[in-house]
């Protein structure tokens, strides 16, 4: 049987042991992930004894996906998903490597050095929603997309709340400080490599570009191309991506800032650790907890309904930080919200420049997507650490209410191109 000749039945029974393998895939890339945004605002504070400099953490990561975001597109177009995320994979196999060994030489530029190649590992793991929709079908697209995003909550979750098992192993085995959990997510790493080369087969990207190239062929007509619409959703999950990692990277710093302050200075590494990976967890589980829901939701009442609802659920989170950020509690909601709209905007943009995209250009854009997402997000990141110097933690949300504003305001065009 060749790709071509797949029935309906066929192709969605390939679709169901597709999506099901990439949702084991991000539980398992899912806790490096998770512990890599508890730990590196942290590591790059305690290394560098500079706070102002732990937003690089979060940028390095950041940027790292957005170096590779491109590139792993290009990958998959000419060679499939299977080898794309499987060399992400590897990226971030030899990142937490690097990390371990900047913290025990206490080197800070190599830290930043071992979190970009994490983050390259992400790109792959960001680049796994798009693949869910390659062989999906139209009416479940954002269905497919959003179970696989949601599988990350089990990884993403399970990362921050393995910092103190984690730092249990690493002392018995002799690893520096605040680097144990990383045992867990070399392992995690590499069971997901071996599952994409063993289980992702036939590889979907492959197999819907045989299916689209025989349907144009049957017909002699091409899909449609909305490039306005397209671009429209690039910006969205770009600008939602900016406002929740800008915000989430300096939270473990204020945290500890609070932690430090109600207890007189002398609050404990255990008792920050705690309440960081709490709160953390908590964000995580609300950007991929209900992503099956804003999935489904993007299916039935549209993909930039929903957006402008992350948009909404993202200025609830900015209200929260900004007059609720003295208090442990306030910040926890805050988080949570920031979670939501995160999910809800990138789930169904992510949905909207799939559609609006013809299959010629769909992986370019996609990659181009996660890249500009990645790479204003390190900007971000730096800038917030800057800014939480000088402004606190309000004047951080304050700066990020004028992106959600801005993604309001060009909602037109999407509908405009989607005509």
């Not at 990390?99 to 590992?121: E, S």
């Amino acid at each position: 049987m060749t790709v071509v000749a797949l029935t309906a039945q066929q192709q969605a029974a390939v679709q169901r042991r597709t999506v099901l393998v990439l949702s084991m895939g991000q539980v398992l890339g899912g806790i490096a992930f998770g512990a890599t945004v508890s730990l590196g605002a942290l590591l790059a504070a305690d290394i560098s004894g500079d706070d102002a400099l732990s937003g690089l953490a979060t940028a390095s990561v950041t940027l790292g996906a957005a170096l590779c975001a491109i590139p792993l597109a290009k990958l998959a177009a000419r060679v499939g998903r299977r080898r794309a995320l499987t060399l992400g994979n590897l990226f971030a196999l030899v990142g937490i490597a690097v990390v371990i060994l900047a913290a025990a030489l206490r080197v800070f530029p190599l830290l930043l050095v071992g979190i970009l190649l994490i983050g390259a590992g992400n790109a792959g793991n960001l680049q796994s929603r798009f693949a869910a929709t390659d062989l999906a079908a139209p009416a479940h697209r954002g269905r497919d997309l959003s179970v696989v995003v949601w599988a990350t909550t089990v990884g993403g979750v399970a990362g921050p709340l393995l910092l103190g098992p984690g730092e249990i192993v690493g002392k018995a085995i002799g690893m520096p400080p605040l680097t144990g959990s990383y045992v867990f997510s070399f392992v995690a790493q590499c069971a997901a490599l071996l599952l994409y080369i063993i289980a992702l087969r036939p590889d979907p990207l492959l197999a819907a570009q045989r299916i689209a190239k025989a349907a144009a062929e049957a017909t002699g007509q091409e899909r449609a191309d909305r490039p306005l619409a397209a671009r429209y959703a690039i910006f969205a999950v770009a600008g939602s991506h900016v406002v929740m990692a800008s915000v989430m990277a300096m939270t473990p710093v204020h945290l500890a800032h609070m932690a430090h302050g109600a207890h007189g200075g002398y609050a404990s590494s255990a008792d920050v650790s705690l309440l960081v990976g709490v709160t953390i967890a908590m964000h995580v589980a609300g950007m991929y907890a209900l992503s099956p829901v804003f999935g489904i939701l993007a299916d039935r009442w549209g993909r930039l309904r929903v957006v402008l609802f992350g948009q909404v659920l993202l200025v609830g989170a900015l209200g929260f930080a900004i007059f609720a950020n003295s208090s442990p509690a306030g910040v926890m909601i805050a988080l949570v919200l920031l979670g939501l709209g995160w999910s809800a905007a990138t789930v169904a943009g992510a949905a909207l420049l799939t559609e609006a995209s013809a299959p010629d250009v769909r992986t370019a854009r996609q990659g181009r997507s996660d890249s500009l997402m990645s790479l204003s997000a390190a900007a971000g990141a730096v800038l917030a650490g800057v800014i939480l110097s000088n402004f606190q933690y309000a004047g951080l949300g304050t700066a990020a209410f004028a992106i959600v504003t801005a993604i309001v305001a060009l909602s037109p065009l999407a509908r405009r191109g989607m005509r």
